[in-house]
């Protein structure tokens, strides 16, 4: 009778084992492909980047009713003139309406000034230019 038990008990523990040596395998074979996707795309993605965009901004609480709570003051801070196109992402709205606000394309000559007003609390404001990266700012 001892010679029953320990082959059963062994079978178990060879099953035991076989199986945990599997699932580890599985394991391994699932995550390869997702571990070199990761890898791949990640010098991609930083390639893609350009130049961050040359603006010094402030925001400033506006005393014009019509001119909303705050008002976005955009400086160009390089030597050449800049088109600055941008979206405002609205943190309010009206369900019946847009939940984003374009920004038209203006001109910003070296070292002047541009200023979008109409902007509350908490919206997002994401400002681009060719040959730059996009700039997100959030409204304070």
């Known amino acids: 009778m001892i010679p029953s038990n ?70 160009n801070t390089s030597d050449a003139s800049i088109k600055v196109t941008g979206k405002v992402l609205l943190s309010v709205f009206f369900h019946a309406d847009s939940k984003a606000r374009n920004v038209p394309e203006h001109v910003i000559e070296a070292g002047q000034s541009w200023a979008i007003s109409g902007l509350a609390a908490n919206d997002k404001v994401i400002l681009s230019a060719p040959g730059f990266a996009p700039l997100e700012l959030t409204v304070p």
């Not at 035991?16 to 990761?38: E, I, K």
């Open 6 to 75: 320990a082959i059963s008990s062994r079978s178990s523990l060879l099953k035991a084992a076989l199986v945990a040596l599997g699932s580890a395998f599985a394991f391994a074979l699932v995550l390869t492909p997702a571990v070199r996707a990761v890898d791949a795309s990640a010098p991609a993605a930083l390639d893609d980047k350009g130049a961050t965009l040359p603006v010094a901004y402030t925001f400033d609480k506006s005393t014009d009713p019509d001119a909303g709570p705050y008002v976005l003051n955009l400086k």
